[in-house]
């Protein structure tokens, strides 16, 4: 019985995607979506200022560009931006297409681990996006920003993630793009695959302490070969 235990403890379980930058090629919608809003209170940024802050989610990322630009806000005046930035994505979706191997790599992982979304993008629009992308039926779970108090970096959607799969967090592996999702999945004891397709390199990645970093999906063998050892 404990040689049985200790091999079972290291099967992986589950398998958890980010969305954004992960999967699907989503980066230029979102940095327009925040752009055309932020313009409407006399806000003007980078969009690489945009772009290295997805993944902490709408409000956070408001909350950030106002306070570097010294406007005043609160959590009202977040909520009505947040708000009609989801107006302005839901209209864009159409625009968003998958990473090259995405649908190889999902396809690869289908019955072999349960596998969950856990996304920093509003529940409408990635309701749609998986609708649209015929995706849904890969995931045993989906969890979006909306369902969490704490938003990427801290763990708390991949651990919801695994409970929701009902799998240990030591024996699921997160797959992300951004900083934050690495140091969420790190916080939650996870394994984590880094994906360099997002805006950070491969080293700032590696530096957050990703176990695999690769440059894109297509590395779809060396992703497996990692997960299943």
Known sequence: MKILREANSLMLDAVIF??????????????????????????????????????????????????????????????????????????????????????????SLCGRVRMALATMTNRKVIDKLLLEKRLGGYFDAVISVDEVSRPKPNPEIFLRCALRLKARPE??????????G?????????????????????????????DLVVVSLNEREKILNFLFG
């Open 18 to 107: 980010d969305w954004d930058g992960t999967l699907a090629d989503t980066s230029f919608v979102i940095v327009e979506s925040f752009q055309k809003v932020l313009s409407e209170v006399g806000c003007f940024v980078e969009d690489e200022f945009i772009e290295r802050l997805i993944g902490i989610g709408p409000k956070n990322t408001f909350r950030e560009v106002l306070k570097a630009k010294g406007i005043p806000f609160d959590d009202v005046m977040l909520e009505g931006l947040v708000r009609e930035k989801i107006t302005i994505q839901l209209g864009m979706t159409g625009r968003i297409s998958l990473f090259d191997g995405a649908i190889e790599l999902l396809n």
């Open 182 to 210: 690495v140091k969420a999945a790190k916080d939650a004891g996870m394994k984590c695959v880094a994906i360099a397709t997002g805006a950070y390199s491969m080293e700032e990645l590696k530096k957050e302490g990703a």
């Open 171 to 180: 024996d699921s592996a997160v797959i992300e793009d951004s900083i934050f």
